[in-house]
């Protein structure tokens, strides 16, 4: 009987604690939908020939290939939430460093630990991304995500199950390694759900200002979707840090974000850039070289 209890009060528990956490963590899962379907309505419908000139690849994908990319990404959701939820359980039982109130350890650190989860962050992916590009592993988990050669909003969380799991790893690496309030967690995830979606949004809008200091540190939509063209180079996320270190920056990734900038602003391509030989690459061509890579 006190074994019998015991189980219904644990039951009742994990109900409770499911019925109260699901609305806030299906929400925050779920604007990924909203956000990237409201990007997809107006930049491929909506204001596609007026803004067809930032367009990184002059070519649109096929609705197929979108549609794929929606159902992973659905797919991704369901793991993230697999893993949230526990974390969640684990935060209301003090297990995890994310703490309360918002000034325990000042605002000072508040902001810091926000731009501390975004550089860890951008380190976790970097290397995890390497290691998903490692042939005996690439076939069966980061493959999925390079189906699309040509990104819509829509492929930032198209993965494969085991490699969405490795994408939220950063979210229990985060919460039982760096102190955080709630809210500065909330920050670095729409962050990171923004810049993803901006990275796989097929059309260069940073303004060609930023190809000053910040150009040579920060990365843009063209540097990613350059790496859905050629899968060897550009393997960074916010920085681009470990691309200039490693060496892995694709060498005509300034070529190819100039060439965009300048149809964008209505300007002439210089027709000897390397750009303009690399163009050339057709569709074919890219096949191959996801198969050589395999
Ligand atoms: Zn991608
Ligand atoms: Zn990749």
């Known amino acids: 009987m006190h074994m019998f209890s015991l189980i219904s009060n644990a039951i009742r528990s994990i109900g409770s604690f499911i019925s109260d956490n699901t609305g806030i963590i299906v929400f925050g899962l779920f604007s990924y939908i909203f956000i990237a379907g409201g990007l997809y309505f107006v930049f491929y419908f909506w204001k596609r020939k007026e803004l067809w000139k930032a ?8 609705y197929k290939h979108t549609i794929r990319d929606i159902k992973y990404s659905f797919s991704s959701l369901i793991v993230f939430g697999i893993v949230v939820f526990p974390i969640a359980w684990a935060k209301k039982h003090g297990l995890t460093l994310i703490y309360t109130p918002i000034d325990k350890y000042g605002y000072v650190y508040y902001f810091f630990s926000i731009f501390l ?20 592993i690439f076939k069966w988990t980061h493959q999925t995500h390079h189906l699309t050669h040509n990104p ?14 490795v994408q939220v790893g ?18 670095f995830l729409i962050h990171q759900m923004f810049l993803n979606v901006f990275g796989h949004l097929g059309y260069e809008m940073a303004p060609k200002s930023i190809r000053n200091k910040f150009f040579k540190w920060s990365n843009t939509a063209t540097h990613h979707n350059m790496h859905h063209t050629n899968v060897k180079y550009n393997f960074g996320l916010y920085f681009n840090f470990w691309d200039k270190i490693m060496h892995t920056n694709h060498p005509h990734y300034e070529d190819n974000f100039d060439k ?8 002439d391509i210089p027709k000897n850039s390397a750009v303009s030989k690399e163009e050339k690459i057709n569709a074919s061509t890219r096949k191959s070289l996801i198969k050589e890579h395999v």
């Open 117 to 136: 989860m975004i550089v860890v962050h951008d380190t976790y992916f970097y290397w995890t991304h390497r290691l998903l590009h490692w042939k005996k």
């Open 55 to 62: 367009k990184i690849q002059v070519n649109f994908p096929s």
């Open 170 to 187: 950063i979210v229990p690496l985060i919460a039982f390694t760096i102190p955080a309030h709630i809210s500065a967690i909330a920050i």
């Open 152 to 165: 819509t909003p829509f492929s930032a969380y198209a993965f494969h199950p085991i490699e969405a799991l």
């Open 260 to 267: 965009v900038i300048a149809r964008k602003l209505g300007k």
